[in-house]
């Protein structure tokens, strides 16, 4: 079975690694199942854990629109 390399991660690509993961499977199971090499599965965890460290610091982080400073 051929895999995707160079291949886009959709949103259900995402949605199934997380998915997995979160079931304890093995970075290597993934890659099986999702068709991707450990290496791409591990990268794209890297990415996704990224977003969601900075999507949170947004979240944490106060904006102070309009404000003057004299």
């Given at each position: ?8 991660w959709t949103e259900?690509?995402d949605r199934r ?54």
């Amino acid at each position: 079975m051929p895999l995707k390399s160079n291949t886009k991660w959709t949103e259900e690509d995402d949605r199934r690694l997380l998915q997995l993961r979160s079931a304890g499977k093995s970075t290597r199971s993934i890659g099986l199942a999702l068709r991707r090499s450990s290496s791409a599965i591990e990268g794209r965890l890297g990415v996704l854990k990224a977003r969601a460290r900075d999507k949170k610091r947004e979240q944490l982080t106060p904006v102070n629109r309009g404000a003057v400073i004299d």
